[in-house]
């Protein structure tokens, strides 16, 4: 059963990265200006800042639809935290390359919720994956108004 597990993980993270352009700039209605596609590999603090998300399945309670991601980093450790209508989720075993971000986030203190993002220089894509199943996300970077 954990084999299968992660031949699945497997299977839709490669469809992450196949479908994830397209499909993210559609959902995000992104304009020219916002399609910044980065050569080669980022630092991992390019994952810092604040994020714009919204979850692809229609079956996500609307209290966990959309929210804010907010990547910092402190004493160098990078700390998590997922800003819902009903309040903040705060992100454990936090690791961050170059490429992604991944943490773990307990709803209600009871359900595990994992999450693996992929950064693509002002936009994320990637998965959710809980008991009750994976969930597609994609975001964008919050730019502060001058």
Same mark, same amino acid.
């Given at each position: 059963m954990l084999i299968a597990h992660i031949v699945?993980? &497997?299977?839709?993270?490669?469809?992450?990265?196949? @479908?994830?352009?397209?499909v993210m !700039?559609? *959902?995000l209605n992104l304009k020219n200006e916002d399609k910044i596609v980065a050569a080669?590999?980022?630092?991992?603090?390019?994952?810092?800042?604040?994020?714009?998300?919204?979850?692809?399945?229609?079956? &996500?309670?609307?209290?966990?639809k959309?929210?804010? @991601?907010?990547?910092?980093?402190? !004493?160098? *450790?990078?700390?998590v935290a997922m800003k819902f209508k009903n309040g903040v989720l705060t992100g454990q075993d936090v690791e961050i390359n170059e490429n992604a971000i991944k943490f773990n986030v307990n709803i209600d203190g009871l359900e595990r919720v994992s999450f693996v993002l992929l950064l693509d220089g002002n936009r994320i894509?990637?998965?959710?994956?809980?008991?009750?199943?994976?969930?597609?996300?994609?975001?964008k970077r919050q730019v502060p108004v001058r």
């Open positions: 699945i993980k &497997i299977i839709v993270f490669l469809q992450v990265i196949l @479908l994830a352009p397209s !700039n559609d *959902s080669g590999k980022h630092s991992p603090d390019s994952a810092l800042g604040v994020w714009r998300f919204s979850f692809g399945n229609e079956n &996500i309670s609307e209290v966990y959309d929210g804010v @991601l907010f990547v910092t980093k402190q !004493n160098g *450790s990078y700390d894509v990637g998965e959710s994956y809980s008991a009750k199943g994976a969930s597609k996300i994609y975001g």
